[in-house]
């Protein structure tokens, strides 16, 4: 007891056994997860580098003889129409559903539900999260059957005696992007309604009294007050957008043909159905090399303290 | 102290208007998962959304008591659990060192570790399909959740490292003059406290887990050791006429958990803003 309360009335210099014990302590609480990382994440990211630039093949001959091929892979990939298709294909759905689509209705709800009633906040706030949590196969399963040619969207369509559709083949990054915006917003809703909590109200009522409009608010106060917290979530979303696979995978699989084949649909049909596991490989490194200045990005703009 | 109102009719028409849009765009969000509840409680669903004749639980009892359907949600269990627990344990040991010792590497190794949380994860799946073939992980269970825990270890230790820093030093001191290990002083003083925090690191993993198709899609090959994720899949995606009713009850069933998981996680521990601690700049 007595080493207790010497203990809280010393000042804050390392007690005598940090001194003592070496330096080297860490290593073992950290071994598990360092080794767990360094053999299945950190591993295979090195891999990439080397196997892109080989032949690699899931079956067939060079299944197991493959050989370093140079940049042939990347030859292949720039002067191939079907990967430029799905460069555009990605920044078109990653700019609609990401950028505009939930970081634009997401700050649509965060703005106009603030000081609305609770009752009614929190129904609507339920109905948008539920979009969020359930997993992503089963929103794919949804809207499948929604805009399928059977679905609800064309029941509803045809009582008003418009013209029906296969929705998922006439317009397929329409289709893919309103369901990847109906699955997100709640993401961006959530960050902003935090931040914008933290608007101090007295700056606001100051801008009122000084005759400053609604709108001239919240460009000139509250969208500067939370510059920060909408670019890490442009950032955040843009990246979990980029790399986005299942939700297209199961509505379209990146058709009718290649009409809706972002990148990770490409990668994985010529790694998987064409058998091309270096040349799948060298997509992969593009897909993580643009991962990786957007995280980095990410990790300058966040500037936090550790 | 109010704003003072100078124009409160033009305020009052504003706000129901906001009203109106809100109830608009809550009713579209809605829209899509009334076919899916509806068609749960109809045992001769189609795709169209139609008030069934004569609901019925029969949907739900088909699913609870088939094979087809009941091992997939065991696999499920099996790989999510083994990744959120494995994870949550090699996330606390990782994190005390960063949380409680002076290391000259901590600051890049924590932007290390938040960088390696903005990585496609997609992306790697095609090395690591390649690497596991050469290792003989395919099809099995413990690559597959090796391989889930290594993605998610990032992220897990910068949360439990936020959380262990809110456990103050000083409950320690008195162990470490009674001569207790860090493992000990880690169990017994600083996981008790952090609680909530262990259990939203444990919650949140499991929850990205159980809802992972691309991943036991991949790497996981026989049909009888697929997780949910992957037979909901092949039964809308691969065969041509689906019992849709019997599909959409699967659906809610598979989903359930993590609903309740994201509700308990919010009401109990804390709420979503733990989990995107990483997001508020």
Redesign the interface.
Known sequence: MK??TI??SAPVS??L??RLKDHF??I???A???V??A???A???I??FY?AFTN?ELTGSTASTYSFVGLQNFQHMFNDPTFRQSVVLTIIFTLGSAVVGQAG?GM??AL??RG?NGV?RG??GA?????W??????A???????L?Q???L??FLGAFGLPQNNWLYVAPMVSVILANV?RG?A?SM??FS??LSDVPK?L??AA??DGAG?MQRLIRVTLPLIK??I???L??IT?QT?????LI??MT?GGPGTKSQTL?IY?YQE??KFYQ?GY??A???V??V???V???I??R????E? | MKAPSVAMPRKSVSAALAYAVLTLIGILFLVPFVWLFLASVNPSASLAVTVPKSPSLANFKSVFTSDTTLTPFANGLLISGGTGILTMVSAALAAYPLSRYNLRFKRPFMYTILFATGLPVTAILVPVYALFVQLNLLDSFFGTIMFMTATSLPFAIWLMKNFMDSVPLELEEAAWVDGASALKSLRTIVLPLMLPGLGVVGIFTFILAWGNFFVPFILLLSPNKQPAAVSIYQFFGQYGSVAYGQLAAYSILYSAPVVALYVFISRFLGGAFNLAGAVKG
């Open positions: 080493a207790v203990q809280k390392p007690p056994w940090v302590r860490w073992g609480p950290m598990p997860a360092l767990i990382i053999l299945f994440f591993g295979p990211i891999w990439t196997i690699m209705l649509l709800l106009l539900m609305k009614f129904i609507l109905i948008i999260v539920g979009a949590v359930v997993p992503e196969i089963v794919a399963f949804i809207w499948y059957a929604f399928n059977q679905g609800s064309n029941v109906w917003t993401f959530l960050v935090a931040a007295d606001l009522e009122a009294i609604s920060n917290s670019m890490t979530n950032i955040l990246l980029l790399a986005l696979f299942t995978f199961a699989g990770p990668m790694a998987f596991l799948g490989a997509i992969a490194l897909l993580l643009i991962g990786a957007a995280s980095l990410y990790v703009v966040l500037r936090v550790i």
